[in-house]
């Protein structure tokens, strides 16, 4: 029927599940870590678990939005991970934008979930279907070409 939209279920209660995710656009391998806030605490969990998971001899270079549990005081950088920060205002610079967009169409949106525990499961299972082939897919940028990773 022109002009209609498929029907969707609309749930109106609030609650979050958030994910701090990294991946390497080249190998597709990523690290997530799902919490219920964002604070500068979660953020230093993630990454010292980014760091440990590579190894001491990997430098990681960490892209980042400039959001405040990014670029905080507090923040316990481990000696392998250099971040970047990009402009302000710049999601489209930022590869791992498309990830959140392709699991909120994909697996999360037009769901109703049971509560906080059910979402967090979901988020959970989403992150883990994703395949590596479909993390260098989403999160290729031409911006760093592979070359200047050598």
Sequence with gaps: MRGSRPTAIKQTE???VYVFGAVNPLTG???ALLAPTVNTDY???HLRFISEQVGPDIQ???V???AGWHLSKGLQVPDNITRLPLPPYSP???PVERLWAYLRSHYL???AYEGY???FNQCSTAWNQLTPEQLCSICHTTWVPPEKLS
């Design 92 to 94: 489209e610079l930022n």
């Design 64 to 66: 980042l939005d400039q």
């Design 43 to 45: 953020m230093n969990h």
């Design 29 to 31: 391998d990523s690290s």
């Design 14 to 16: 609030y609650e979050w």
């Design 109 to 111: 949106s037009n769901r």
């Design 117 to 119: 525990d059910d979402l």
């Design 60 to 62: 990681v270079v960490l």
